[in-house]
């Protein structure tokens, strides 16, 4: 219960992992291609496109709402096959 509860900033966290978790809040820049899947249903990420600011990635090749929940290779592979096709042709020279 504590997990989801820090994610979504209702308690503060360990303080054993400050350190660790500054060092991931700075959030560099990603400049590997990027395909964004955003699941429709995430009962772990309620808000389809609040988790990742695509801004974040230099190299998106596309972002894109599937209509399936947290876990989206089994609960839609079609979908993430898909996505894993588009960033292989977005990135064939």
Known sequence: M??????F???VG????EATEERIAEQPVI???TVVLDAAH???RPRPGAGVPTGQFTGL???RLVNAGHDLPQES????????????EGTAQ
């Open 42 to 44: 995430d009962g772990i």
């Open 31 to 33: 400049t590997v291609p």
């Open 14 to 17: 360990d303080p054993a992992y």
């Open 77 to 88: 592979p079609t979908a993430f096959t898909e996505a894993v096709f588009l960033l292989h």
């Open 9 to 11: 900033g209702l308690v």
């Open 61 to 63: 090749v596309a972002r």
């Open 2 to 7: 504590h997990s989801y509860r820090h994610r």
